[in-house]
């Protein structure tokens, strides 16, 4: 996806989907309209079965707990969802999916972010809700009502804490054998402290409970030392993703030479993958639902 640093170019973008769906007339009037509010679940997506079964389990969950209100999906990877279209499945970005609920009438919407970090990509989705929202402010009212984001699933000191203990819980039992690993994607972005954060919570609980990341800080390296400081010989790898798609797939359980599981059972570990996403645990669906239903507060 092309990044978007800047408010005005989207801004711009936005206001022109708007009017070019039909939905700037509807919105000269909307304050005499009834309110009509809607979800957008917001992932990165997947093409993989395990992937969009977390992202359908995340979706119900959603559904379960706005009955009678519209949700709708949006991707963020322009990859996937070109891979999607050539099999017939059309998803909406962000901006295209907000400017289609604007131009169907409606008139509130909250957005579910499913990042793990408050990274780029969330940065990115900030600035699209952003644009809509001074759309909605501005002299000729022709945004939404409301319009808010939820927060990442690890943004507060009680988000790590309640994500630790949850983690703990699914798979806790695992560490009478030996350690469990949870591989993040990592990034430059200074959100990446996220990850270190919540190895140091994990540490109250357990020190066989690891954090890595593909592309930041804990590296592989990093955990290979910890785990070589721990004497453990088992390993088990889980994605600490929504989705278990093609990191946990390649990246982490995946039959090539650089692969994690490939390198540490070269190093004489016996190693586990678990290909299920944050998506399909309940408990931690559970905590994405609650900042959906504070960003329902201030949006409806």
């Known amino acids: 996806m092309t990044k978007i640093r800047t408010l005005a170019p989207v801004w711009a ?22 309110a009509k509010p809607a979800v957008l679940l917001v992932s990165f997506g997947s093409s993989m079965p395990e992937g969009q079964a977390a992202i359908a389990a995340t979706l119900d969950s959603v559904k379960q707990a706005f ?3 519209e949700v709708r999906v949006a991707y963020t990877s322009r990859i996937i969802m070109r891979k999607l279209a050539k099999q017939g499945q059309i998803i909406d970005d962000p901006l295209v999916a907000l400017a289609k609920l604007h131009a169907d009438g409606f008139t509130h919407v909250a957005i579910l972010s499913t990042h793990v970090i408050p990274g780029e990509e969330y940065e990115d989705l900030g600035t699209i809700v952003r644009c809509f929202d001074q759309l909605g402010r501005d002299e000729g009212k022709t945004g939404f009502r409301g319009i808010a984001l939820s927060r990442p699933l690890l943004w507060s000191d009680e988000d790590f804490d309640r994500l630790a203990a949850a983690l703990n ?3 806790g039992k695992r560490l009478q054998d030996g350690a469990v690993v949870f591989m ?3 990034t430059p972005h200074p959100a990446n402290g996220a990850y270190s954060r919540l190895q140091t919570v994990l540490n109250r609980i357990s020190p066989k409970l690891l954090v890595g990341t593909v592309e930041g800080t804990p590296s592989f390296d990093d955990l290979v030392a910890r785990l070589q400081a721990l004497g453990v010989r088992r390993v088990t790898l889980v994605p600490a993703m929504l989705v278990a798609g093609d990191h946990a797939h390649n990246d982490m359980a ?3 030479e650089d692969s994690w599981k490939s390198q540490l059972t070269k190093m004489g570990f016996r190693v586990d993958t678990v290909l299920q996403g944050f ?3 309940p408990e931690v669906r559970a905590l994405m639902l609650e900042h959906l239903k504070e960003a329902a507060k201030k949006a409806f």
């Open 184 to 186: 993040g994607h990592g």
């Open 279 to 281: 998506g399909q645990n």
């Open 13 to 34: 973008l936005a206001l022109t989907l708007l009017f070019a769906l039909g939905g700037a007339c509807m919105a000269s009037s909307s304050k005499e309209t009834p």
């Open 67 to 69: 009955p009678g209100t």
């Open 254 to 256: 995946g039959p090539e």
């Open 169 to 171: 819980r699914t798979y």
